[in-house]
């Protein structure tokens, strides 16, 4: 979709103005089911640039000026925020048009949102960036900004059928969004192809970069019979397109990295809402009050002995990249889970966010249930990783 809008502007075909309206007319026509969005109010851009006249979306934990800021929480009903977040107001200096606030879960955490997956009628978009990931799945915003914790960019873009972005921690401004665990927060994108995804970075974040994937390295971790067949799939054709694909068992130690990674999660997540959980009790969302209670009873050497695991894991990790520059995973176990009472698990995407290179998901092509491959670079490796994305797309489809 991105790629089509920056076509029709070059092109002349269409203004910024004909985007606008299309993005309207999309959303006025499938929010009523989807409920992707907290406020719809298009504000106009701060300067010109590479992403002139394109709208795009912005998950309700980002603070912006005027608009919705309310955490995905009725106890913040109302709320407008009084900045924009520096990722907020360098995107608009881009050019790019901020067309409104998308729906999350409360605070961020496991508490659904009303939000309703696009693809897969019945099932979860995911979470906690589902208003994010569904308005780009139903075409009403090209690209729109999400956060991940644990899988919260790359666990929805897989149950929606699109293409979600984790970038390197810290390369990106969490300043101005709602945290929840500092040391794992990251700004999050997504749009309806990797193709778009290239262009959206090289435009907007990064450099144009002419990557070759040549090799990659498939991960063995648990995943359901679809999800297999899929991987299998993609796989042939990636080879019969002259990729070289090694399949490899997970590192020593993947599981006790997991286990690490949510101990980080409740540490860190139960400090940031203690004060509210005081304050509103179970109002703040059943399930995030769960969480800061077990957080709260974790001791500081647990959290401690976590975080020195997690550090120790990134060197061994750092050692595969050394032979492949991309190692390939399911970006979740499998489609969907039908209901909305769950966002789903972020299992196969928390290692990811805790060793903090960056990580992809690219919709694969199936007849069926939308489902996504994980691709992980190492550390500072965005630009590379988001083109051979693109070229994984292009071969696999």
């Not at 590479?50 to 000026?65: A, M």
Request: aromatic letters at 6%; glycine letters at 12%.
């Amino acid at each position: 979709m991105l790629l089509e809008f920056l076509q029709a502007l070059n092109s002349g075909e269409k203004t910024p103005r004909d985007l606008l309206e299309i993005c309207l007319r999309r959303i006025a026509a499938g929010e009523p089911d989807i409920q992707a969005w907290v406020e719809v109010s298009p504000q106009a851009p701060l300067a010109d640039g590479l992403l002139n006249g394109i709208p795009f979306g912005v998950k309700d934990i980002f603070e912006t000026r005027g608009l919705a800021t309310e955490y995905g929480s009725p106890l913040y009903l109302g709320r407008k925020g009084v900045i924009d977040a520096p990722i907020v107001t360098a995107l608009r200096r881009t050019g790019a048009v901020l067309l409104g606030k998308t729906r999350t879960t409360a605070f961020a955490s496991f508490d659904p949102a009303a939000t309703r997956n696009p693809r897969l009628p019945g099932h979860t978009p995911g979470g906690s960036s589902s208003g994010s990931a569904a308005a780009v799945a139903a075409g009403m915003v090209p690209f729109a900004l999400g956060t991940q914790t644990l899988g919260s960019v790359l666990r929805p873009a897989s149950f929606c059928g699109i293409c979600g972005f984790k970038p390197s921690f810290g390369l990106l401004p969490f300043e101005g969004a709602l945290p929840f665990a500092p040391s794992l927060d990251t700004v999050g994108l997504f749009t309806a192809t990797a193709a778009d995804m290239s262009e959206l970075w090289s435009r907007g974040f990064g450099g144009r970069f002419d990557a070759d994937l040549h090799r990659a390295a498939l991960l063995g971790v648990p995943a359901e019979v679809s999800m297999q067949h899929a991987l299998a799939g993609a796989v042939q054709r990636l080879r019969s397109g002259g990729v070289s694909i090694d399949e490899i068992p997970t590192p020593e130690g993947w599981d006790r990295l997991q286990s690490a990674t949510r101990t980080i999660n409740r540490y860190e997540g139960a400090r940031s809402h203690r004060a509210r959980l005081e304050e509103f009790g179970d109002r703040i969302g059943p399930e995030l009050a769960r969480l800061v209670r077990a957080g709260l009873r974790l001791t500081d050497s647990e959290y401690e002995d976590a975080r020195a695991y997690v550090e120790n894991m990134k060197m061994k990790v750092a050692s595969l990249f050394w032979d492949y520059p991309a190692i390939l995973t399911p970006a979740a176990a499998g489609p969907a889970p039908a209901g909305l009472s769950s966002t789903g698990d972020p299992a196969h995407n928390a290692p990811r966010t805790a060793l903090g290179g960056p990580a992809i998901s690219v919709p694969l092509p199936v007849d069926g249930p939308p489902l996504g491959l994980q691709m992980a670079a190492a550390w500072g490796r965005d630009d590379a990783l988001v083109a051979v994305a693109a070229q994984l797309e292009s071969l696999v489809g």
